[in-house]
């Protein structure tokens, strides 16, 4: 039961990017799921959510309109585009398992 993020990387400002979260075993049904994001010196924060569904999501404030979770249940796959990145998004990203199953991040970093 584990959870895999990738496609971080470096990118600059303005760029998009996609982040991938992929499950192995049983593990999305029948749960919501979620990226948070660390970045250098601050504390883990909440970026996105999705039910299990797809139907709902979720987004902080700041967040909005810039990134869009969604999930492949078939394929137990999770995604978060981002989209106009700015340097302030530079992190570790976190895929989730709601409530309690982590992945390891997958870094982000954009340059101005």
């Known amino acids: 039961v584990q959870l895999q993020a990738s496609g971080g990387g470096l990118v600059q400002a303005g760029d998009s990017l996609r982040l991938s979260c992929a499950a192995s075993?049983?593990?999305?049904?029948?749960?919501?799921m979620g990226w948070f994001r660390q970045a250098p010196g601050k504390e883990r924060e909440f970026a996105a959510a999705?039910?299990?569904?797809?139907?709902?999501?979720y987004y902080p404030d700041s967040l909005k309109g810039r990134f869009t979770i969604s999930r492949d249940n078939p394929k137990n796959t999770m995604y978060l585009q981002m989209n106009n990145v700015k340097p302030e998004d530079t992190a570790v990203y976190y895929c989730?398992?709601?409530?309690?199953?982590w992945g390891q991040g997958t870094q982000v970093t954009v340059s101005s």
């Open positions: 999705v039910s299990w569904s797809g139907g709902s999501t």
């Open positions: 989730v398992r709601i409530p309690d199953l």
């Open positions: 075993g049983r593990t999305f049904s029948p749960h919501g």
